[in-house]
């Protein structure tokens, strides 16, 4: 049964630290997305990748947030310097592009606490 | 601009009842996929259901079903004879199929909390 895979599944920090959260996706799918969620602003879109190439990262703080696709098996979240509004969970998911399943699966999440 | 709204936040019922959440969407698209997400109390999303736009058969899975109405724009949601283990958060979710940076990008709404009582 594939997975998209996270990890660490929680992390707290102290303001100021950088984090790095990386996701697995499921073989095969070449298509890749950061979503935040919050009680406040629920699921929103951070970035999303196809073929490793970034696509949109129109939701993501410039500033302090960056993502990337180092290879087809690891994406990763990096958050430098970290802020307590950053405390979130943030899942990866990851699909197919539309006209195959066009499905994204999620991973589990990372929780992340920013002191 | 994409909007999917659930106006129910919470429901509350008793096992064995029937329960129904609400999904409307707006989308200027012709060709667009609905989804239906679940996230039990252990947090991660779980995929249920998707439908393209120019499919507006009902659907039926087990005790699930979907009821997509292309002219209310609604995208609802049945669970039957309810249990315990149905308790989580549902997310309904809309794709446009526009293309540019919004190719593939999903829009949820903010979530219904489902409890089913014992």
């Known amino acids: 049964d594939a997975r998209v895979t996270q990890t660490p599944r929680h992390k707290v920090t102290e303001m100021g630290q950088e984090v790095t959260m990386r996701c697995q996706p499921i073989?095969?799918?070449?298509?890749v997305f950061w979503y935040r969620q919050t009680m406040m602003q629920g699921l929103e879109l951070l970035a999303y990748?196809?073929?490793?190439?970034?696509?949109?990262d129109s939701g993501m703080p410039k500033d302090r947030f960056s993502a990337e696709m180092p290879d087809a098996t690891l994406a990763t979240l990096k958050i430098q310097p970290s802020e307590p509004r950053d405390s979130a969970v943030y899942f990866c998911?990851?699909?197919?592009?539309?006209?195959?399943?066009?499905?994204?699966?999620f991973g589990p999440g990372t929780r992340l606490t920013v002191l | 601009a994409q909007k999917v709204t659930q106006a129910q936040t919470e429901i509350s019922v008793v096992e064995k009842e029937d329960v129904t959440l609400d999904c409307v969407y707006e989308?200027?698209?012709?060709?667009?996929?609905l989804f239906w997400y679940k996230q039990p109390p252990s947090g991660e999303l779980v995929f249920l259901i998707r439908?393209?736009?120019?499919?507006?058969q009902n659907e039926i899975s087990g005790r699930y079903s979907w009821n997509f109405q292309k002219s209310t724009s609604s995208f609802n949601f049945t669970i039957t004879a309810s249990q315990v283990v149905d308790s989580a958060v549902y997310f309904c979710?809309?794709?446009?199929?526009?293309?540019?940076?919004?190719?593939?990008?999903?829009?949820f709404g903010q979530g219904t909390i489902l409890t089913v009582h014992p």
């Open positions: 998911a990851s699909g197919l592009p539309p006209g195959g399943t066009d499905t994204q699966y």
């Open positions: 989308t200027r698209d012709t060709t667009y996929y």
């Open positions: 979710a809309l794709r446009a199929n526009a293309g540019g940076t919004s190719y593939g990008k999903l829009t």
């Open positions: 990748f196809r073929n490793r190439a970034p696509l949109d």
């Open positions: 439908r393209n736009s120019f499919d507006e």
């Open positions: 073989l095969g799918h070449n298509t």
